[in-house]
């Protein structure tokens, strides 16, 4: 036994077949020892495995002395817990549930004597589910790494957010026409921004909620269901308002709207430059007078009167602003945003509220606001999405980059969706209606669960795509939604780039989530590094494993054989390389001399 695992050992260490699995990969591991890898497992106690003194003589020379553990001389590999914070995106307490049955599985394998006999050599193959646990020392010294680091241009919140923002300096695409739109709360231009564009869309929804009335009954959004709240749920109460929901509104309340929404399509149409107009926002209205009137025409039914002439005027506007304005398919009536903490994961600390107030209070209960990390962004909430049997849903898409300069990037066939819990309501704001995370939906139960929504709260794509050809929308996957995913992501990926530490030899999974709009528009909500792999369902199973395969392929088999199965990945983008870029320094100085007349 001993002799043929020391064989086994001595033909990895030649072939330089040796990986290091940190985090909940069964899979990974399973694959890479079908191909004569050989792991050298990490110590599961927070310990440290230290290279020994007497071994991998190259390595001596960078060694120094060191009064302790991790900050210098010694080639360290750090394993503290499994992380569960920004850099781990999954579900951490099953992935440390199955990795620990794996590991059980192992235990008195040979693979445990070969570990052994491995322990002083260095990874040349390492996934890690945290980067920063592995030793800056050590980690040149591995070929292959399956993270990049500084990725919070990308994977945050804000970073994607003020990403997004300097689109226009890398390609000619609005990022408003695939990411709805967003805004740092703890930069005070930005917080100016949010609360124009709150004004704006109030007024618009107040126009579309004219055209909404039928005859004498009052303007009405949705019939309230009878509650059905859990602990934790935000339900959309009207708050207290001074004047009762049958007294009459400001009589000029529509006019003013009409006003701001013209205003707003003179500056849109650019009709502004050669005139001072002032901002729609910055006029003699008295928008604390105008928002709290909108709240009861929007969220307690109040009347709302108007004439034939203001209901054309209505229609005429709206259809004006709809070329002007991308993002007017995805607004409803009553001016949702989605208030998301800037570094959290799995759906933690996410809200939705209707009105300003609600937004700026939350904004301003952060405890650690810093000049560089805005602990809040408020982004414009799609009241408009894409549901399958009244049930909210998004996507899940994986990619995978494997260099960034130049900047390669390969797509995933297979994706999969997640369903909420409950009915889809603009009434009810509950993360169960609303937050199609699994780690949130795991905390509901359906209470009148629709029979055709899966028990398990997971459909695949190709499921996905069996139930558009139910509704005639069959080309609506391969021509609208694919397409738009591949161009969102490329967009994200291009303006991001420049802020993520490019390594070579590393790459990375990526998961992309998506929601879909009525008009089966995707719309790029977040980016995750480290996707979970824990599978929550029979589909996530089979596919977690597949997507894990296919990036082994990619990523290690393509090299000794280019022409070898990629499985499901196909290339989405492969920049062409730049010979060299232009010397620090340069001076672009322009100089000229005025015209002179004759």
Known sequence: RFRKAKLHVEKAIKEKKIFAVQGPYPVIRRLLRARGWVERKLPRNGKQLKQQPGD??????????????????????????????????????????????????????????????????????????RLSSIDQKLLPRIEVVNRYPRLYALCTKEGLCQSLQNLPWFQQVDFNTFFPRCYRLGIED??????????????????KLALQKVGDRPVGTEQRPKSDKVPGDHVAHPMPSTAGPCSPLYPQLLEEAL????????VLEHQDIDRNTPSPCRTCIDWD?????????????????????????????????????????????????????????RGRGIVCATRLEEVLKQAQSGSNLSARVCEWVVQKYVERPLTIFNTKFDIRQWFVVTDWKPLTVWFYRECYLRFCSRPFSLCHLEPA????????????????????????????????????????????????????????????????????GSRKGSFELFGADFLIGEDFRPWLLEINSCPTMSPSSAVTRRLCANVQRDTLRLVLDRKDNPACSIGAFELLYREAAVASCLPVGLKLLVTGSSLKKA
Not at 259 to 266: D, F, I, P, T, W
Request: with cysteine; net charge negative.
């Open 433 to 500: 209606r609303h937050l199609c995370n699994v780690s949130v939906q795991k905390r509901y139960k359906a209470l009148h669960p629709d029979p055709r929504v899966p028990p398990e709260k997971i459909w695949s794509n190709k499921q996905f795509q069996a139930h558009l050809a139910q509704l005639g929308r069959a080309d609506a996957w391969q021509q609208v939604m694919v397409p738009g995913m591949k161009a969102a992501i490329l967009s994200a990926l291009r303006c991001a780039r420049d802020q993520v």
């Open 190 to 207: 930005e917080q100016e921004a949010f609360i124009e564009d709150f004004r704006l869309t109030a007024a618009r929804s107040l126009l």
């Open 259 to 266: 006003e701001v929404c013209e205003q707003h399509l003179g």
């Open 289 to 345: 007078r105008f928002l709290q009137e909108y709240y009861r025409v929007a969220h307690e039914g109040t009347r709302l009167v108007l004439s034939r002439e203001q209901r054309e005027q209505c229609q005429d506007l709206l259809q004006r602003l709809e070329e002007q304005l991308p993002q007017l398919c995805i607004e409803g009536n009553l001016n949702v945003w989605i208030l998301k903490p800037s570094a959290k994961s």
């Open 56 to 129: 991998q003589k190259k390595q001596q020379p960078e060694k120094a002395a060191s009064g302790g553990g991790d900050e210098q001389g010694e080639t360290v590999l750090n394993s503290p817990p499994w992380p569960r914070d920004n850099e781990n995106k999954g579900d951490s307490d099953e992935d440390t549930k199955e990795d620990s049955g794996q590991c059980n599985e192992d235990s008195d394998d040979i693979h445990e004597l070969m570990s052994f006999l491995v322990q002083d050599q260095v990874p040349n193959f390492l996934w890690t589910i």
